[in-house]
């Protein structure tokens, strides 16, 4: 099936490479099953970035960053000046001072909007670190922070803690390559682009730095910070021949201190990345791999003050149903405000989302693909025995549907919504349901037995 994604056929980008399943050790394959049993979880980007209207980090590189309009404009409006917007954006931590800063609040929006787990920006790859790091003295919890002085001035504890209460799974977001780092961009040479600006190979000990420091963050973080379900690693770039962070080492260090820890070592492919995390898009079939599209609900990951446009919950709602038919996740993007709130518009999605998942959750949640996947507007996932056929339509149901696959002889379909019994049948190719009037909705979910 051809792919009408602009990049091309995700699955044959992404997959190859991947690492078989089965060959991982049981333990494993159970905690990829937990993992696929989720689906929907949140990525919360966060850092001084948010008090601008620039993306995340990536101003800070030259190269990489003409390509993206809305850095360039946050240039030109420094007076098209690099370097002034390279100090500029540095000296943000000066004034990062989230006063209303309270992860509770955080947690009972990621519960209310049904999701199950959340993934936090440790560091993004401006190297900026939300906890408490002895590795570098650019972090929140440094004198020249504001918010140092805050109860809760660890970000990452404070996030992870809060999450931990309310029964939420925990995903470390970590940028391996490190734009602050000396060991990555050497003050001695002259900056390039997103990758380290001088020649790994020829600098041996200056990269051994850089792994030394790696790894001695992930080691903070695993160790310091309570049980984390996922180390999201960022920053595939960094990866053998020319910037191996050692990976096989430092998946063995990182599962001693978290037994259990998936890792999703981005784009890399191979034994550590152990599922794949499309990004802004959803695959176009099915995949039996375990996958998580990052998805944001606005234009981008961070907090654009003033400027945040998110999508409708329907729409979200409706890429929820494509993505768990086809096997996957969603990992929601949102970034909280500067004062360390979330946007009153991106929370009124949330409710949305978690109202029409109370109602609907048995149809996601722990589910599996069922074929035909997904037919025309319906989505269709198994689980317990039961067959559920989501169907996606504007406020109002469609009068009928069509079951392309069809209940088992006798067998009633209802609605999650209610639970009287509708009766179906058959037209010599499919189910035919007639669907009663019932109050606005996204998608309406159907529930039966299938026919064997
Ligand atoms: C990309 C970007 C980054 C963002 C991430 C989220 O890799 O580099 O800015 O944090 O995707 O998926």
């Not at 089965?22 to 980007?45: N, V, Y």
């Not at 599996?368 to 559920?388: E, I, K, M």
Request: charged share 20%; glycine share 8%; with cysteine.
């Amino acid at each position: 099936m051809a792919s009408d994604s602009p990049r091309g056929d995700i699955i044959a980008r992404t997959l190859p490479g991947a690492f078989p399943v089965a060959q991982h050790p049981p333990w494993l394959q159970q905690r990829l099953e937990w993992f696929r049993d989720q689906k929907l979880g949140l990525i919360l980007h966060w850092g001084p970035y948010c008090q601008w209207d620039c993306y995340e980090s990536w101003g800070l590189v030259k190269a990489d960053s003409w390509a993206r309009l809305e850095t360039m404009r946050c240039w030109v409006e420094r007076d098209r000046d690099f370097e002034r917007f390279s100090r500029d954006y540095r000296a943000l931590n000066r004034t990062f001072d989230p006063r209303e800063f309270d992860p509770a609040v955080w947690a009972a929006a990621a519960v209310d909007a049904g999701m199950r787990y959340v993934c936090f920006t440790t560091k993004h790859h401006d190297g900026f670190c939300l906890w408490d790091t002895a590795t570098t003295a650019y972090k929140v919890t440094a004198p020249d922070c504001p918010h140092h002085t805050h109860p809760q001035a660890d970000l990452v504890r404070a996030v992870f803690d809060a999450l931990r209460q309310r029964g939420l799974g925990i995903s470390a977001y970590f940028s391996k390559s490190d734009w602050h780092c000396p060991w990555y961009w050497s003050p001695d040479f002259p900056l390039r682009d997103r990758h380290p600006n001088y020649d790994t190979a020829a600098h041996p000990a200056l990269w051994a730095q850089f792994q030394a420091f790696v790894r001695e963050q992930i080691r903070e973080l695993l160790t310091d910070y309570g049980p984390i379900d996922a180390l999201w690693l960022d920053g595939g770039q960094v990866r053998p021949p020319h910037q191996d962070i050692q990976m096989p080492a430092l998946a063995a260090l990182a599962r001693s201190l978290q037994p259990g820890l998936l890792i999703a070592d981005r784009t890399v492919g191979g034994e550590f990345e152990n599922f794949i995390t499309p990004e802004q898009e959803v695959l176009d079939r099915a995949l039996d791999y375990p996958w998580e599209s990052c998805i944001t609900l606005g234009g981008s990951w961070k907090y654009m003050p003033g400027k945040m446009d998110y999508r409708p919950a329907r729409a979200v709602i409706h890429q929820l149903c494509d993505i768990v038919c086809k096997g996957g996740n969603l990992l929601l993007g949102i970034g909280p405000t500067p004062q360390g709130t979330f946007d009153s518009d991106a929370l009124a999605r949330l409710r949305e989302i978690g109202a029409w998942l109370r109602v609907n959750g048995a149809a996601i949640y722990g589910t599996r693909p069922v074929a035909p996947f997904r037919d025309g507007d319906v989505c269709y996932t198994g689980g317990g025995g039961l067959v559920y056929a989501t169907v996606l339509h504007d406020e109002v149901a469609p009068s009928t549907v069509a079951l392309a696959l069809p209940p088992a002889a006798g067998s009633p379909v209802r609605r999650l919504a209610g639970p009287t019994p509708l009766s179906w049948r058959w037209d010599g190719q499919r189910a035919l349901v007639d669907l009663p009037p019932a109050a606005p909705t996204a998608a309406t979910v159907l529930c039966y037995r299938a026919a064997d």
